[in-house]
């Protein structure tokens, strides 16, 4: 308002009056994302031009009372309304779309570097683009470990099981190549029942293991294989003996890489705990599951942030071997901006 106050002064000269205000939106996309701006009508008063010379004194005299009195109205809006400093009208938006996909506000201050100056219109292709592009600078990370023997780690109930169906009907079925299963979850009820169903489904050979030297003994076993996979029991990120025991295991064998496997719905300050106490057994690569079941997709980039290790897969249905797909960071950053936008 004191914006509007001083270009009217300066376009109408001092006999401009304040006749009315509100707040509008722009039309259109823009519109939509951008605050609303203040719309001042004002005024000249060209009776006082029209007064007799001997009037002026006393003209100029109620003009000023006029003015001070629209000046203590505007005050006084002012210091009884939560006065902010306007922001470029969609910089400000997409910050707090970001913000609310629970994205910390270290990361979204590097996915807004070069994304407009201060104070400058910059449209919604733009920030978009820049946003992209900045995004998959974060989530790139080298992936590129090719290896025999994956073992998929992570708390329970996260899906660990059904994803390693899905990879291994992916490379037995797809790829023809020869696959062996190998879980040493004998905790859950149905764990190896459930397995045992897509191994017999597939035709892949399933072993149940139930100590480390049984673990090293089966994977040698299974050297013909193309490819060996390792189901684990889930284990609470706040329990750390029984971390240590699953670090035990692993140790009896060289793992060539290590996915945790995390649940796109766990909060994203429980998943930076998770991540952190699972540096424990170590692990290469991340899967996220269950990312139809959210629309707060934000916390995957603070995790590869915090992590510096890469998303290989995530999944986003039930069925096997179908609702999973390999994670590029273009794919994952379309994915996050796009539920942010929709949000």
Known sequence: MQDAFTIIRQDLGPDAVIISSKKVRENGLIGLFSPKKLEVTAAVDETRQEKPTEDVKDEHSGGLEREVAEMKKLLNKLTNSSYQEPQPQTLGRWRELLLQMEISNEVVSQLFQDVGDPGQEVSQQQIYGQLTENMITILEKDCSKDSKIITFIGPTGVGKTTT??????????????????????????????????????????????????????????????????????????????????????????????????????????????????????????LIFTKVDETEILGPIVDVVSKTDVPVRYITNGQNVPDDIEEATPEKLAKLILGAAHDA
């Open 164 to 285: 390693m169906a899905k990879l291994a009907a992916q490379f037995s079925l797809y790829l023809n190549k020869k696959v062996a299963l190998v879980t040493i979850d004998t905790y859950r009820i149905g764990a190896v029942e459930q397995l045992r169903t897509y191994g017999e489904i597939m035709g892949i050979p399933i072993d149940v293991v139930m100590t480390p030297k049984e673990l090293k003994h089966i994977v040698d076993k299974h050297q013909d294989k193309d490819l060996i996979l390792i189901d684990t029991a889930g284990r609470p990120s706040k329990n750390s003996a029984q971390i240590r025991e699953l670090k035990g295991f692993l140790e009896q064998i060289e793992v060539g890489e290590t996915c945790l496997v995390l649940s796109s719905t766990t909060r994203g300050r429980d998943l930076l705990k998770i991540v952190e106490d699972f540096k424990i057994v170590g692990y290469d690569s």
